[in-house]
Nanobody
Framework: QVQLAESGGGVVPAGGSLQLSCVAS????????MGWYRQAPGEAREMVAV????????NYADSVKGRFTISRDNAKNTLYLQMNSLTPEGTAVYYC?????????WGQGTQVTVSS
């Protein structure tokens, strides 16, 4: 079992920045990757960024490339998402995700609201 706890959401004006954090606990040895997803009202949940733990490779949605940076502190089992140049389209609940063998774990989500 893995537990994920996000923090760092809030209200930010367009053009501003915000950093999200996700602390993983439990059987973190079994996690090959961690990622950030988001879900806007009335929309499907979408991938924002993924971090491959063993290689450090990252992958981003086209809509956030060049503005968002995903990183992980292995010693703290913490995943980060630095979000810069935020736009109102970034308003959503942001979820931390960790695939785990044949399943996946999700955090409870943190709300990000970008005001225009």
């Amino acid at each position: 079992q893995v537990q994920l706890a996000e923090s760092g959401g809030g209200v930010v004006p367009a053009g501003g920045s915000l950093q999200l954090s996700c602390v993983a606990s439990g059987d973190t040895i079994g996690i090959p990757a961690m990622g950030w997803y988001r879900q806007a009202p009335g929309e499907a949940r979408e991938m924002v960024a993924v971090f491959i733990i063993n290689s450090g490779r990252t992958n981003y949605a086209d809509s956030v490339k060049g503005r968002f940076t995903i990183s992980r502190d292995n010693a703290k089992n913490t995943l980060y998402l630095q979000m810069n140049s935020l736009t109102p389209e970034g308003t959503a609940v942001y979820y931390c995700n960790a695939p785990y063998y044949t399943t996946a774990f999700w955090g409870q989500g943190t709300q990000v609201t970008v005001s225009s």
